[in-house]
């Protein structure tokens, strides 16, 4: 299949596009490279600088005829999506919708979209199924279930067929090594424990010791980047042939501790990693653990690589790669 991959540079995007290439698929990256890297594009794709905010760059994009489109460009800081609603508004949502409008002005409708676990807030059972209650508790969880909601419109109305894949906990790298762009400015937990244990940053802190855990430390499902990819095609693959849209939780249905995580990272890159408990931090739930079942029944998807030693392992040496060059 023809596939354009907006946001194709970035961190995930980048991982989808060599598991859509492995695939057989013919992929054009569109990416404004405001967070995504020039060091992620193969030299064996087209690739277009393009911004969603520019209606005329989609258009533009989207004349050269796709079968299909994956759409990952997005902010995704929850925190900042808080403090900084407008900015998840503009990029988030009317970015969205020019894409939507121009997918369907040119035909091309079938879409797979990077939603989130955070569409769901505080959760009421665990592990979350597709069925848990939706009230997001940030702006940014709160942008992504209203672009899923765009998409059910869009399919009744305009016959677009969507996946939308709500990712827990992304986190490690490209197991093979090809892949190691670093995120600029990372708040997520894996990229902080690499930061120490790489030099560059003296310690960090974890956020919160006094939740109703194991260990008191917040547990989440991490799930590796390069299971998340092939999701991204089989749900490609799933749409594309059935002509129906499908909602999915991708998650590792494994619950890990922040002490847990700091622990094994240790471990392995023999970094003795400081690390100072602190206040908790705003919004964050105890416990987030996907249940993956439907995407196992839907897509005959499992996690293979989102086991704790791998997603270190695999982000320690990115790490160490990037920052030997
Ligand atoms: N944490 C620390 N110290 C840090 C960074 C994080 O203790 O320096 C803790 C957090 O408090 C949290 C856990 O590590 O308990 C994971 O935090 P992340 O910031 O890595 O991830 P979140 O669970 O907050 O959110 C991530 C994505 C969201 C997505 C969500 C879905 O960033 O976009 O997973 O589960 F919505």
Redesign the pocket.
């Known amino acids: 299949m023809k596939v354009l991959v907006i946001g194709g540079a970035g961190y995930i995007g980048s991982h989808v596009v060599k598991e859509l290439m492995a695939k057989g698929h013919s992929v054009t990256v569109f990416d404004n490279l405001s967070s995504g890297l020039k060091q992620n594009l193969f030299k064996e794709n087209g690739s277009i600088k393009g911004d969603i905010l520019n209606k005329k760059d989609l258009d533009k994009a989207f004349s050269k005829k796709f079968d299909a489109f994956v759409h990952l460009a997005a902010f995704?800081?929850?925190g900042e999506s808080m403090i900084k609603p407008e900015k998840y508004s503009v990029n988030n949502i009317t970015g969205t919708l020019n894409i939507l409008n121009s997918a369907v002005e040119h035909d091309c409708k079938y879409m797979v979209f990077s939603s989130?676990?955070?569409v769901f807030g505080e959760p009421e059972y665990l592990p979350i199924d597709e069925n848990h209650p939706k009230k997001p508790e940030n702006y940014?969880?709160f942008t992504k279930l209203k672009i899923e909601e765009f998409m059910a419109w869009y399919d009744k109305l305009k016959g677009l067929k969507f996946a939308a894949l709500r990712?827990?906990?992304?986190a490690g790298y490209d197991p093979e090594g090809v892949l190691y762009g670093l995120e600029q400015n990372p708040?997520?937990?894996?990229p902080?424990i690499m930061e120490v244990a790489c030099g560059m940053r003296e310690k960090?802190?974890?956020?919160?010791n006094d939740y109703d855990t194991r260990d008191g430390?917040?547990i989440?499902?991490y799930v590796h980047v390069t299971d998340l990819a092939s999701a991204h095609v089989k749900a490609l693959e799933y749409i594309t042939s059935k002509n129906e849209s499908l909602t999915v939780n991708l998650g590792s249905e494994t619950g890990t501790s922040?002490t847990e995580?700091v622990d094994a990272a240790r471990k392995i890159t023999g970094h003795a990693i400081p690390a100072d408990y602190v206040e908790?931090?705003p919004g964050?739930p105890a416990t987030?653990v996907a249940s993956a079942k439907l995407a196992e029944e839907k897509l005959n998807w499992k996690a293979q690589y989102s086991d704790i030693n791998t997603l270190i392992d695999s982000t320690y040496k990115a790490y160490k790669k990037f920052l030997k060059k």
């Open positions: 995704k800081a929850a989130s676990a955070a940014y969880g990712y827990f906990n992304a708040a997520n937990l894996l902080i960090m802190k974890i956020f919160g430390t917040c989440r499902d922040v995580m908790r931090r964050d987030l």
